[in-house]
């Protein structure tokens, strides 16, 4: 935790978080500070969309490959907003933010134009709408509280499709077996 900061890591939800949004819940902490921090769920899907949908939506043409994947529900703010998670093969300069040594986040469009180009996207992605927020210190309180464990990012809970076992994969690497 250098300087503080859970950047570049998972937060695991325990059971009994006491909010439903977040029951079961993985994040991908993408920015963390004493004033605030901003993460991405990345074991929940949004309902009835595709990546095709968002970008026919801004114009994008893509193949059919690329419109097929599933985009993350990735919080409650801001769900109209998309943000994508990515290896370190795409750099969009200041718009593209460091989260750990292997991923990036970006939110803008040029991103998402070149996710339907094949040869130019990042060798591994994932968009998720919406991200989860908090204010100065709240996510401080609710990690005293054991509402959060905290472990390293193992990327194919990020990019991987089994979103059901992704919560129970995260728990493991801590060496706990969920089922006690």
């Known amino acids: 935790m250098e300087g503080g900061s859970l950047s570049g890591k998972l937060l695991i939800a325990m059971p009994g978080i006491g909010d439903t949004r977040f029951e079961k819940a993985v994040i991908l902490l993408c920015m963390h500070s004493p004033d605030a921090a901003m993460g991405l769920v990345v074991n ?3 309902d009835d969309i595709v990546l095709g949908d968002v970008l026919e939506h801004l114009g994008v043409d893509a193949p059919a490959l690329v419109q097929t994947r599933t985009v993350l529900d990735g919080g409650p703010v801001k769900p109209d907003r998309g943000y994508v998670v990515h290896t370190r093969d795409f ?3 200041e718009a593209t933010q460091f989260v750990s040594d292997h991923l990036r986040l970006t939110a803008t469009r040029e991103i998402l134009e070149v996710l339907g ?3 130019m996207a990042p ?3 994932v968009l998720a709408l919406g ?3 908090w204010g100065p210190g709240q996510l401080e309180n609710e990690l005293l509280r054991n509402a959060w464990l905290i472990c390293e990012i193992d990327e194919e809970i990020i990019f991987g499709d089994d979103q059901d076992r992704k919560w129970v994969r995260a728990i493991r690497t801590l060496g706990i077996d969920p089922t006690m």
């Open 44 to 46: 929940k899907l949004k």
């Open 91 to 93: 750099d969009a300069g």
């Open 117 to 119: 180009d094949e040869a």
């Open 123 to 125: 060798q591994r992605y």
């Open 131 to 133: 991200y989860a927020g």
